[in-house]
């Protein structure tokens, strides 16, 4: 079964920044889109932005939208996450999964998750 690998989450201060990355276990998912999720104690998953496969289109949440930005290097079989300016709001365990579907922030139209990388903003 595909799955994709989350890493590169950990402590950050306010106003700091860090880069995900997420990759396949035994597969490509160069030829799918891919999003990221996140999800905060006691809140439900909320999308985050996502990367077409030919990593030329994106989009993002209003929450992101101009301090998040995600990319891609297909022949590295990596999708990444490079979040700026993080506030304390950003505090969640951050997942990537893939679809075959665009424009859907529905986490219902995703699958192969990973077991995501906790992000924390903190003084």
Known sequence: QVQLVESGGG??????????????SGTTI?????????????????????IHWTGIGSFYADSVK?????????????????????????????Y???TTSWNSTRSKDYYSWGQGTQVTVSK
Do not use: H
């Open 96 to 98: 990537c999964a893939r």
């Open 30 to 50: 160069n030829s799918y889109n891919v999003a990221w999720f996140r999800q905060a104690p006691g809140k439900e998953r909320e999308f985050v932005g996502a």
């Open 66 to 94: 101009g301090r998040f930005t995600i990319s891609r290097n297909n022949a590295k079989n990596t999708v990444s996450l490079q979040m700026n300016s993080l506030k304390f709001e950003d505090t969640a365990d951050y």
């Open 11 to 24: 402590l950050v201060q306010p106003g700091g920044s860090l880069r995900l990355s997420c990759t396949a």
